[in-house]
């Protein structure tokens, strides 16, 4: 995720906003200073957000915090329990309910993407479930055949319906980016694509009403949905931008409202830190998955890599382990991590405003998250 990041952030140096701070915290003023977190967040809002918020769960109870501003141009604070597009972070959603249905056994994490989307890519043969999961199947990636920010041309998209066929469709059209499927890691959107045509394929439902039926319902999760085509976020929230190219300048642009069926299975969507803590909690803690398929989860697709199937992983400066995923929604970004044990649960989400790259303040935020 960091490179799309890094490109928007060279093409967009030259911007200037102006933000404002506050927190939003069930600690003591004494406790946030304690813990220097809410300073972490500032820091991340200071390096090249718009706004940002944070939830901590650990042994002491629930600390939030938020930073900036919910809004260009006002002074309305980041609502701390507001909902944001969490991007990538729907991919460890997908894989969940993929994991299922091994574990259900109608599925095998050894089927070829051909005995279940006869045609749907070339030699789709020699590619499995496990390398779709774990971004290992060379395939090119949907989201680089679309013009990006700051490009104009990026936004004639903003309200397109896309099917998860005609994405697929675009992104064989190129070469794949190695050979053979297998040898490598590369990130793609696209596989996650088809894993939601399988879902269908397999349960004869949608990959978003598997989720809904499997994850959303049973967790509670009430400000968890994925959208389909609707380009609201319902409730509190924070609105997000992009940068456009305007008479040779980049400026920001609004665009919290948008057609989300663009992201699909890799990316559709929204929720809140509140939401995101508990599932990759309960993921974590076997409510869903058995033991050896949740190990699954956990394996690298590739020796040095910090990504498994849909699940990724940070190691932190103190020796712990943080497993959960992050996602680039372009307007905005999120990170949802738990420790293994879950006893500390850490989701901050941030409106970038393409100024610097956030993401080593927000790394150093995690770090403090989860060793301090």
């Keep these: 995720m960091k490179r799309a990041r890094r490109a928007l952030v060279t093409a967009t140096a030259a911007l200037a906003v102006i933000t404002a701070s506050s927190a939003a915290a069930s600690a003591t003023p004494e406790e946030v200073e304690r813990t220097g977190l809410q300073q972490g967040l500032d820091d991340v809002v200071a390096v090249g957000a718009v706004g940002a918020l944070m939830e901590v769960r650990d042994g002491h109870g629930v600390w939030r915090g938020t930073s900036g501003v919910a809004e260009l141009g006002t002074t309305r604070a980041v609502p701390d329990r507001g909902r944001f597009r969490v991007g990538s972070i729907t991919k460890t959603f997908v894989a969940t309910v993929v994991l299922q249905l091994v574990g259900e056994g109608r599925l095998r994490l050894d089927d070829t993407a051909e005995e279940w989307l006869p045609g749907a890519v070339p030699d789709g043969h020699r590619i499995t479930v496990r390398q779709l999961l774990n971004h290992t199947s060379g395939l090119y990636d949907f989201r680089r055949t679309l013009p990006m920010p700051p490009e104009p041309e990026f936004l004639d998209n903003r309200w397109r319906t896309w099917t998860a066929a005609e994405q697929v469709e675009r992104a064989v059209a190129n070469a794949p980016t190695f050979e053979p499927p297998g040898s490598r890691y590369e990130y793609s959107n696209t596989g996650y694509l088809l894993l939601g045509q399988i879902v269908e394929k397999v349960t004869g439902r949608s990959y978003a009403g598997e989720i809904e039926r499997r994850i959303i319902r049973p967790l509670r999760l009430r400000d968890t949905s994925l959208p389909g085509t609707s380009p609201y976020i319902r409730g509190p929230h924070p609105r997000g931008y992009v940068p456009i190219r305007q008479d040779g300048e980049p400026r920001l642009v609004d665009y919290t409202e948008m057609n989300p069926s663009v992201m699909g299975a890799g990316g559709e969507m929204i929720s809140t830190a509140k939401d995101l803590n508990r599932f990759v909690a309960a993921l974590l803690g076997g409510r869903f998955l058995p033991g050896h398929l949740l190990d699954e989860m956990k394996t690298p697709a590739v020796e040095g890599r910090r990504y498994g199937l849909g699940l990724a992983w940070k190691d932190t400066s103190c020796g712990v382990r943080a497993y959960g995923n992050d996602g680039d929604a372009l307007a905005y970004q999120a990170w949802s ?36």
């Design 337 to 372: 991590f738990t420790t293994e044990d879950r006893r500390r649960q850490v989701t901050v989400a941030l409106t970038p405003d393409f100024r610097g790259d956030p993401d080593d303040a927000v790394d150093a935020l995690l770090d403090k998250a989860f060793c301090g």
